[in-house]
């Protein structure tokens, strides 16, 4: 399956630029083909089916989730695929991400993290928090690429985002309900603003700054996954980011080292541990 490389209307890329200026995120519609979505689906299947000894196995527990009978422990989250998997990092590195990152932040990006979450019925959601908190870029912020590899509504656990937070400060987290959320950092809503759903189409991509408030519910459904590909970028200018982002990746696929960050953000060293 080749990658689509054919360039985007820079017309389609500024309006969504204008926008992720203004109110932290933006919605590319379609950006990603039927195709690469068919793709994505089926490499973390038989990632999921087989494991990735040593990186990625299926009944191991992870993210904290020990019960066999929660569906996150028969499907936790693929981290960093892109460490182990050639196409993940080709996914990782799409050509139409990238012409969206270079309009968001003015300048040539570098990739820090790819995540696949397969968000099986009945899986708990993340609450509200903000990327930044985890990744300390600096300087600036990072911008989470989020593409729906299954189509996402209120039911099966869509994606929400509070607008307009990408301009406030990145906070120490209160606590989660780990009924609803299998992390346990929460960010509240503050005052004067509104979360909002954000239903997707398998395909559709949405670009949000590291300081905006996002997270997801459960997914209700009894029946539909609610798969995602995930990946986090910074600025080519960043200097430091958390030790467990290193080492980056340039758009060309090369390493790129930086410092690790020796703050430990908004509230101090304590929280180091949590997860992401
Ligand atoms: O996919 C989700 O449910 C949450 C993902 C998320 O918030 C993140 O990657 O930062």
């Given at each position: 399956?080749?990658?689509?490389?054919?360039?985007?209307?820079?017309?389609?890329?500024?309006?969504?630029?204008?926008?992720?200026?203004?109110?932290?995120?933006?919605?590319?519609k379609?950006?990603?083909?039927?195709?690469?979505?068919?793709e994505?689906r089926?490499?973390?299947?038989k990632?999921h089916?087989?494991?990735?000894p040593?990186?990625?196995?299926?009944?191991?527990?992870?993210?904290?989730?020990?019960?066999?009978?929660?569906p996150?422990?028969?499907y936790?989250?693929?981290?960093?695929?892109?460490?182990f998997n050639?196409?993940?990092?080709?996914?990782?590195?799409?050509?139409?991400?990238?012409?969206?990152?270079?309009?968001?932040?003015?300048?040539?990006?570098?990739?820090?993290?790819?995540?696949?979450?397969?968000?099986?019925?009945?899986?708990?959601?993340?609450?509200?928090?903000?990327?930044?908190?985890?990744l300390?870029?600096?300087?600036?912020?990072?911008?989470?690429?989020?593409?729906?590899?299954?189509d996402?509504?209120?039911?099966?656990?869509?994606?929400?985002?509070v607008?307009?937070?990408?301009?406030?400060?990145?906070?120490?987290?209160?606590?989660?309900?780990?009924?609803?959320?299998?992390?346990?950092?929460?960010?509240?809503?503050?005052?004067?603003?509104?979360?909002?759903?954000?239903?997707?189409?398998?395909?559709?991509?949405?670009?949000?700054?590291?300081?905006?408030?996002?997270?997801?519910?459960?997914?209700?459904?009894?029946?539909?996954?609610?798969?995602?590909?995930?990946?986090?970028?910074?600025?080519?200018?960043?200097?430091?980011?958390?030790?467990?982002?290193?080492?980056?990746?340039?758009?060309?696929?090369?390493?790129?080292?930086?410092?690790?960050?020796?703050?430990g953000?908004?509230?101090?060293?304590?929280?180091?541990?949590?997860?992401?």
């Amino acid at each position: 399956m080749v990658i689509d490389t054919a360039p985007i209307a820079d017309a389609k890329v500024s309006a969504l630029a204008d926008q992720f200026a203004r109110e932290g995120f933006a919605l590319a519609k379609g950006l990603f083909s039927p195709a690469e979505v068919e793709e994505i689906r089926a490499l973390f299947t038989k990632m999921h089916a087989e494991g990735v000894p040593g990186y990625y196995e299926p009944t191991k527990p992870r993210d904290g989730v020990e019960n066999p009978d929660d569906p996150l422990f028969k499907y936790p989250r693929v981290m960093m695929p892109h460490r182990f998997n050639q196409r993940a990092k080709d996914y990782m590195l799409h050509p139409k991400v990238a012409d969206h990152l270079r309009a968001f932040f003015g300048l040539e990006p570098v990739a820090t993290q790819s995540m696949f979450y397969f968000k099986p019925p009945g899986a708990r959601g993340q609450a509200l928090h903000q990327d930044q908190f985890y990744l300390l870029v600096e300087p600036g912020t990072c911008i989470a690429a989020w593409t729906a590899i299954d189509d996402c509504d209120a039911e099966n656990g869509a994606m929400y985002i509070v607008p307009k937070t990408n301009d406030g400060p990145v906070v120490c987290p209160q606590t989660a309900d780990r009924n609803e959320s299998y992390t346990s950092h929460f960010v509240p809503v503050p005052k004067g603003h509104k979360a909002q759903l954000v239903e997707m189409k398998a395909g559709d991509t949405l670009f949000f700054n590291g300081s905006l408030i996002h997270g997801s519910g459960p997914n209700r459904s009894k029946t539909r996954f609610r798969r995602s590909f995930i990946s986090h970028y910074a600025a080519g200018n960043v200097r430091k980011i958390s030790s467990s982002y290193h080492p980056l990746t340039r758009l060309d696929g090369t390493t790129y080292e930086v410092t690790p960050q020796d703050s430990g953000g908004p509230c101090g060293e304590g929280w180091k541990g949590s997860l992401h």
